[in-house]
């Protein structure tokens, strides 16, 4: 079957510390992106990428770091420089340029800081 | 700088009842407005594609409308259930971007029986 995986499903971090939030996908698809989703609100753009070796900052990049060393993995890592990481992450991909192309999600991580 | 904007406060509606959702957008061109639906705790699931050089589209109960003039959108579900009630979210990919997707904070359907 094809799609697109997060894990962990949960994740918890204490202060201070970096975390990495996996996601792989085996749809072929050259973008990919990571959103953050508040309580009661909507995506936000942390990072996407295009192609492999190649990724832009979104709208809230601050304080995460990504990379795309192979096309179906578009790992997150939640520096100890985000304030406020608590929140529901979601990645997806599409298959690229070709306009008229939905996105798929993976399932999610949340991520609680204690 | 772009933006999207939906109904913040939940739309409740009795079964069988026609669901309309709106989708404002400024600062945009976007080549075309996608609709999407989000359960509790779960990713987003595409429903629906418009393009900008089209003024509806429907699939089975859905029925999506873009008007570029007035830079809106509107998601129509006829019929309701209250299986429909879900977030519904709306998405933009404008013209000449690096495919950045961007999401509206999305609509909260109950459908009540």
């Known amino acids: 079957d094809g799609g697109i995986t997060q894990s962990p499903k949960y994740l918890f971090r204490k202060e201070g510390q970096n975390v990495t939030l996996s996601c792989e996908q085996n749809?072929?698809?050259?973008?990919m992106y990571w959103y953050r989703q508040d309580p009661g609100q909507g995506l936000r753009l942390i990072y996407y990428s295009q192609i492999v070796n190649d990724f832009q900052k979104g709208d809230i990049a601050e304080g995460y770091s990504v990379s795309r060393e192979k096309k179906e993995s578009f790992p997150l890592t939640v520096t100890s420089a985000q304030k406020n990481p608590t929140a529901f992450y979601l990645c997806?991909?599409?298959?690229?340029?070709?306009?008229?192309?939905?996105?798929?999600f993976g399932q999610g991580t949340r991520l609680t800081v204690v | 700088s772009q933006k999207i904007e939906q109904n913040s406060e939940a739309l409740n509606i009795q079964e069988g009842k026609t669901a309309t959702l709106t989708c404002n957008y400024t600062n945009y061109s976007p080549a075309y407005l996608q609709w999407y639906r989000q359960d509790p705790g779960r990713g987003p699931v595409f429903l629906l594609l418009?393009?900008?050089?089209?003024k509806e589209k429907r699939k089975e109960r859905l029925k999506v409308t873009f008007d570029t003039t007035l830079k809106q959108s509107l998601f129509h579900i006829t019929a309701s259930q209250p299986a429909d009630s879900a977030t519904y979210l709306c998405?933009?990919?404008?013209?000449?971007?690096?495919?950045?997707?961007?999401f509206g904070a999305g609509t909260r359907l109950a459908v009540h029986p």
């Open positions: 998405a933009l990919r404008f013209s000449g971007g690096y495919n950045k997707l961007i």
């Open positions: 749809l072929n698809h050259d973008a």
């Open positions: 418009i393009r900008e050089n089209e």
């Open positions: 997806a991909s599409r298959e690229g340029e070709v306009a008229n192309t939905e996105a798929f």
